[in-house]
Structures are given as C-alpha cells and as structure tokens.
T-cell receptor
Framework: GAGVSQSPSNKVTEKGKDVELRCDPI?????LYWYRQSLGQGLEFLIY????????KSGLPSDRFSAERTGGSVSTLTIQRTQQEDSAVYLC????????????FGPGTRLTVL | QKEVEQNSGPLSVPEGAIASLNCTYS??????FFWYRQYSGKSPELIMS????GDKEDGRFTAQLNKASQYVSLLIRDSQPSDSATYLC???????????FGTGTSLTVIP
C-alpha cells in the first residue's frame, strides 16, 4: 500500500484479556517501530525491528508485551492480561533504513481497557 | 533528566505572526533531529529533519540546530490557523536504534 496501515483503529477490551494489534509497513521498508502514546504524552518507544536482526525490545514495559514481525513485513504487537494503564494509542512507524531515518507513521490503534 | 524536553504550551499566536517552538536534548552524541506535527486524534507527520548546525528552510518552516547548546527550534512564518496542532521534537542518537520524542508543544493560531 501507499502508507503504513494499522488495525484495528479502535479496540475496547476488558481488563485481563489479551489483545493483538497489527501493523502493515510501507512495502520495502526494512525498519519498523512500535510506540505508545498516552493522553497528553510524547511517544514512548516500545520495540524496533530491522531486517532479519534480533529486535530491540528494550522499551517494552513488561513481559505482558511482545511483538513479532513475520517475513520482514507485517508486525503484531500482543498485550497479554491487559491492565487499565495499557490504555493508549499504539503507533507503528516504518522507514527505509540505512542512511535514511525518516519515519512514516500509521494511523494508530486506540486501545481502551475497561 | 528527560532525553528531549519541550515547553508544553499552549502557545498562541495571531494569524500571520511567527511561531517559535523550542526543544532541548540531553545527549551530545545525538545526530538526527526532527520536527513532527500532530493534529488532534491523528498520527505524527514529519515536517522537517535537520542534521547539521545552522538553519534549514522549507517553505514557511525553518529548523535551527545548535549542537553546542543542545537545542533545536522550529520557526513557522506567516502562521495559519491550519498550523494549529501539537509539534513534537524527536532526536536520534549516533548509537542505538531509538528515536526520543518530546511531549510536544501545543500551538494555536488565532484568526
């Protein structure tokens, strides 16, 4: 596609349930980031994928969070046993990599944990 | 100390005026600097990137970088109501993979 897409756009879940958030990056982009943005806050880095390298998971807030990237393209962020403090907008961004470090953001998934 | 700091605002300017947004960063090894605009309920979109000391102009936007003082700024000339948004400053170090974002400055351009 022409840009980064994310699904679902909105997700409401009950505390304790698991959720999966999907990101389709721009075709050909080797690098992909997940961020979390809470109300009125900046972007909090979660995880980074670059090609076939091991992902940089240093931003994941707890072991309830995990992510994978299949075939170097689509990525899924999974949150297990969701908590109310997980409520936020989850943003995915991709970029070409190499000397180019311009990120292109998807529209985000707004997660609400009741 | 936060990696990237911005005045949260809100900053209000009249239409046609110059809006000045400022950002400081803590890591002297930072190499790449970005300004993103984020409309309410939308995702960030890149306005400017700057890598070298000095000014970089693009239309009504000018980014200024001063690595010695560890600050980067964004000037918006002839501000328009459509410029009303939150502006995020982001910094990338010369090592590692992370981009560090400020919490953003809310700008309102008053018609």
């Amino acid at each position: 596609g022409a840009g980064v897409s994310q699904s679902p756009s909105n997700k409401v879940t009950e505390k304790g349930k698991d959720v999966e958030l999907r990101c389709d990056p721009i075709s050909g982009h080797t690098a992909l980031y997940w961020y979390r943005q809470s109300l009125g806050q900046g972007l909090e880095f979660l995880i980074y994928f670059q090609g076939n390298s091991a992902p940089d998971k240093s931003g994941l807030p707890s072991d309830r969070f995990s992510a994978e990237r299949t075939g170097g393209s689509v990525s899924t962020l999974t949150i297990q046993r969701t908590q109310q403090e997980d409520s936020a907008v989850y943003l995915c961004a991709s970029f070409l990599g190499g000397s180019t470090d311009t990120q292109y953001f998807g529209p985000g998934t707004r997660l609400t944990v009741l | 100390q936060k990696e990237v700091e911005q005045n949260s605002g809100p900053l209000s300017v009249p239409e046609g005026a110059i809006a000045s947004l400022n950002c400081t960063y803590s890591d002297r090894g930072s190499q790449s600097f970005f300004w993103y605009r984020q409309y309410s309920g939308k995702s960030p979109e890149l306005i400017m990137s700057i890598y070298s000391n000095g000014d970089k102009e693009d239309g009504r936007f000018t980014a200024q970088l001063n690595k010695a003082s560890q600050y980067v700024s964004l000037l918006i000339r002839d501000s328009q109501p459509s410029d009303s948004a939150t502006y995020l400053c982001a910094v990338r170090r010369n090592t590692g993979n992370q981009f560090y974002f400020g919490t953003g400055t809310s700008l309102t351009v008053i018609p």
